[in-house]
């Protein structure tokens, strides 16, 4: 099986920062495109930022110049800096990873997600 395991949440005052970790274990033949989602209260589930395998990133519009996200291929490691931290960034922060893991012997490709991590931004 694999697990994805977020880390790093937290409350933070506005302006604050803070740093989210994503460690992907299990019987995995390799990681593709990996990002970070996040859902408040009410609100669907939107992308935050996401990083091919090769360093690629995206951004969401409302994120830009405020997060970083990166990842380490050989910790299977995935981050996201968040910087400048306001209050509707308030919102459960999801891992999620696009992977190929071994099922017996057949090699199943899936996209798989974290149980999620708090941030609160309020003073």
């Known amino acids: 099986q694999v697990q994805l395991v977020e880390s790093g949440g937290g409350l933070v005052q506005p302006g604050g920062s803070l740093r989210l970790s994503c460690a992907a274990s299990?019987?995995?033949?390799?990681?593709?495109?990996m990002g970070w989602y996040r859902q408040a209260p009410g609100k669907q589930r939107e992308l935050v930022a996401s990083?091919?395998?090769?360093?690629?990133?995206n951004y969401a519009d409302s994120v830009k110049g405020r997060v970083t996200i990166s990842r380490d291929n050989s910790k299977n490691t995935l981050y996201l800096q968040m910087n400048s931290l306001k209050p509707e960034d308030t919102a459960v922060y999801y891992c999620?990873?696009?992977?190929?893991?071994?099922?017996?012997?057949?090699?199943?490709?899936?996209?798989?997600w974290g149980q999620g991590t708090q941030v609160t931004v309020s003073s």
């Open positions: 299990g019987s995995m033949v390799s990681i593709n495109t």
């Open positions: 999620n990873a696009d992977l190929v893991r071994y099922s017996g012997v057949i090699r199943v490709r899936n996209r798989y």
């Open positions: 990083i091919t395998v090769d360093g690629s990133t």
